[in-house]
């Protein structure tokens, strides 16, 4: 499930950044207003989607600003969660993706684990997944709602993929979704700036890792 080259996986650099979120902008909605009150900050989640070994030039892009959200949430008292995809026999529950992709991360893989910059606690939920959505018949939604949330932040691999699907599903299901464009990736810069237009204008909303971090420190 890595299939593209690999320019766009060396991470981001600020302009690059900026060029990302004026490429949205058209189709951006502002998310002030509208993040959960220091009361209610149960009611917000970070997401962390496969940040695996498998993905690993496009994880490690992005490690540090993934590993820098999951540090502040950690710090404020926001859950963190995390997606782990993976297969016991591709036979039998592979499904499209298998057609699609012919390998594919299997449970209790060295692809399987999870990348060291990015570890869970022993606290912090795992949800296994085997195909796109972190939704899909997974404990995922049985999760956040015994969390209470309503605000999903998600980060991680691969944009247009696991990402891009698990954040329509969300919005879908009624949660408000934060996607932070510069602490997800994916095998082009094309591919990726693509998801983000389309989640900007129909599903997400876009803030970038500084903003979000500083949105953090500042409210909770």
Same mark, same amino acid.
């Given at each position: ?6 320019r766009?996986?060396? %991470?981001?650099?600020?302009?690059? +950044?900026?060029? =990302?979120?004026?490429?949205? $902008? /058209?189709? @951006?909605?502002?998310?002030? *207003? ?7 900050? %149960?009611?917000?989640?970070?997401? +962390?989607?496969? =940040?695996?070994?498998?993905? $690993? /030039?496009? @994880?490690?892009?992005?490690? *540090? ?13 926001i ?15 592979? *499904?499209?993706?298998y ?40 404990d ?33 299901r ?10 997800t ?34 409210r909770?």
């Amino acid at each position: 499930m890595s299939r593209g080259g690999p320019r766009w996986r060396m %991470g981001y650099t600020s302009k690059e +950044v900026g060029e =990302m979120m004026e490429a949205v $902008g /058209p189709y @951006a909605r502002p998310m002030c *207003g509208r993040w959960p009150s220091a009361e209610e900050k %149960g009611r917000l989640a970070l997401l +962390v989607v496969d =940040m695996q070994r498998e993905y $690993g /030039p496009m @994880a490690a892009a992005v490690a *540090g600003n993934v590993a820098a959200l999951v540090a502040a949430c950690r710090e404020k008292g926001i859950r963190v969660l995390y997606t782990q995809h993976g297969h016991e026999d591709l036979e039998e529950d592979g *499904g499209m993706l298998y057609e699609f992709w012919g390998e594919l991360p299997m449970r209790g893989s060295k692809a399987w684990q999870f990348i060291p910059e990015v570890q869970p606690l022993p606290s912090e939920h795992v949800v296994h997944k085997k195909t796109y959505s972190g939704f899909l018949n997974t404990d995922l939604e049985e999760t956040l709602v015994s969390y209470g949330t309503t605000t999903l932040i998600i980060a991680g691999v691969l944009t247009n993929c696991c990402c891009e699907t698990t954040a329509r599903d969300a919005f879908n299901r009624g949660y408000r979704v934060v996607f932070v464009p510069d602490a997800t990736a994916t095998s082009s810069k094309d591919l990726h700036l693509s998801t983000l237009k389309t989640l900007a204008y129909g599903f997400t909303y876009m803030v970038p890792t500084a903003e979000l971090l500083s949105a953090l420190r500042s409210r909770y």
